[in-house]
Nanobody
């Protein structure tokens, strides 16, 4: 699996960005997709994930109501729409892919076997 994230950049607090992650190398529909982030000096943390059908998205508490994860199975792409951005959202954002789990939408890093290179999001206050 290869993952290519894009869409990061510099935005003012309160603004919006939309990240994209292009998936290749395997059958996209067989994979759940997730977004994680890591700020300087901090551990990587879960942001959002989505199962293979696009239903049952799962969010970290701190992004609920602000971020939306979605996927386009025809384009082999997962998205993260980020609204009402805050300075504390400044991080490198990574997309990740893991084999779909029947029972639930995965959210643990260990459930994702493939990772993209990351895209930097900087929110200025």
């Amino acid at each position: 699996v290869q993952l290519q994230a894009s869409g990061g950049g510099l935005v003012q607090a309160g603004g919006s960005l939309k990240l994209s992650c292009a998936f290749s190398g395997r059958t996209f529909f067989n994979y759940a997709m997730g977004w994680f982030r890591q700020a300087p000096g901090k551990e990587r943390e879960f942001v959002a994930s989505i199962n293979r059908s696009g239903r049952s998205p799962y969010y970290a508490e701190f992004v609920k109501g602000r971020f939306t994860i979605s996927r386009d199975n025809a384009k082999n792409t997962v998205y993260l729409q980020m609204n009402s951005l805050k300075s504390e959202d400044t991080s490198v954002y990574y997309c990740a892919a893991g084999r779909a789990i029947q029972s639930h939408t995965p959210y643990r890093a260990v459930d994702f076997s493939s990772w993209g290179q990351g895209t930097l999001v900087t929110v200025s206050s």
